[in-house]
């Protein structure tokens, strides 16, 4: 049980550095509370699981005879490290500020915040990459911990770290607060990558050990 809290909590973790990435959903969560207040935001997450389980669905579907093959574990698991790694060393690079991701709203258009939530999901490149390597990787490991249990407790902590940043991100700005500063946002995006870096240095490891 223990390990299962455990492993969720790390999957809140890696999820928070995934989301935190400037990209076209924040840039629609911003633009999309300026202009409708913070109601938004649920609605555009929303849009987002739903993206996510019908791609892990497609994922279970096509390749669930691949769990348990050791030869998967090691080149999903390899992956999944040097994604965590290059989106750690992504974020710490990042040069994206608040002001300029609340300058885009053209994302935003013509959309209902459900299906702006799906559209910058699934016509983002990284989301894909993501699954295919972090998050297929995170599956496996939450399989051979606890079975069902163990990919229930990744998803919950997953999308629990979706919901949260982008609710605080859509609170803030909806609310015009200036608690949410450039300078903020620059720490927890650093502390972030760097975590999301030691987390893929790690998997690397663990997952030579296969060999």
């Given at each position: 049980m223990l390990e299962i809290i455990l492993?969720?909590?790390?999957?809140?973790?890696?999820?928070?550095?995934?989301a935190m990435v400037p990209g076209p959903m924040l840039t629609v969560t911003i633009s999309d509370s300026l202009k409708k207040g913070f109601v938004a935001e649920p609605l555009i997450v929303l849009g987002h699981f739903l993206a996510e389980l019908t791609l892990i669905l497609i994922i279970f579907a096509g390749l669930g005879w691949l769990i348990g093959s050791s030869s998967a574990v090691f080149v999903i698991g390899t992956l999944g490290?040097?994604?965590?790694?290059?989106?750690?060393?992504?974020?710490?690079?990042?040069?994206?500020?608040l002001k300029e991701l609340k300058s885009d709203k053209e994302l935003s258009k013509g959309y209902g915040s459900v299906l702006s939530g799906i559209l910058t999901s699934i016509f983002n490149p990284f989301f894909f990459i993501w699954w295919a390597t972090i998050g297929w990787a995170f599956m496996f490991k939450g399989l051979e911990l606890a079975?069902?249990?163990?990919?229930?407790?990744?998803?919950?902590?997953?999308?629990?770290?979706?919901?949260?940043?982008?609710?605080?991100?859509?609170f803030f700005t909806s609310?015009?607060?200036?608690?949410?500063?450039?300078?903020?946002?620059?720490?927890?995006?650093n502390a972030s990558g760097i975590f999301l870096m030691i987390l893929g240095i790690y998997f690397l490891l663990n997952t030579q050990k296969i060999v």
């Amino acid at each position: 049980m223990l390990e299962i809290i455990l492993f969720t909590a790390t999957s809140f973790a890696v999820g928070l550095s995934g989301a935190m990435v400037p990209g076209p959903m924040l840039t629609v969560t911003i633009s999309d509370s300026l202009k409708k207040g913070f109601v938004a935001e649920p609605l555009i997450v929303l849009g987002h699981f739903l993206a996510e389980l019908t791609l892990i669905l497609i994922i279970f579907a096509g390749l669930g005879w691949l769990i348990g093959s050791s030869s998967a574990v090691f080149v999903i698991g390899t992956l999944g490290g040097f994604m965590m790694v290059i989106l750690g060393y992504r974020i710490l690079s990042s040069s994206n500020s608040l002001k300029e991701l609340k300058s885009d709203k053209e994302l935003s258009k013509g959309y209902g915040s459900v299906l702006s939530g799906i559209l910058t999901s699934i016509f983002n490149p990284f989301f894909f990459i993501w699954w295919a390597t972090i998050g297929w990787a995170f599956m496996f490991k939450g399989l051979e911990l606890a079975g069902i249990f163990g990919v229930i407790g990744f998803l919950a902590g997953h999308w629990a770290s979706d919901l949260s940043w982008f609710s605080m991100v859509s609170f803030f700005t909806s609310h015009g607060s200036r608690i949410m500063t450039n300078k903020h946002y620059k720490i927890m995006m650093n502390a972030s990558g760097i975590f999301l870096m030691i987390l893929g240095i790690y998997f690397l490891l663990n997952t030579q050990k296969i060999v």
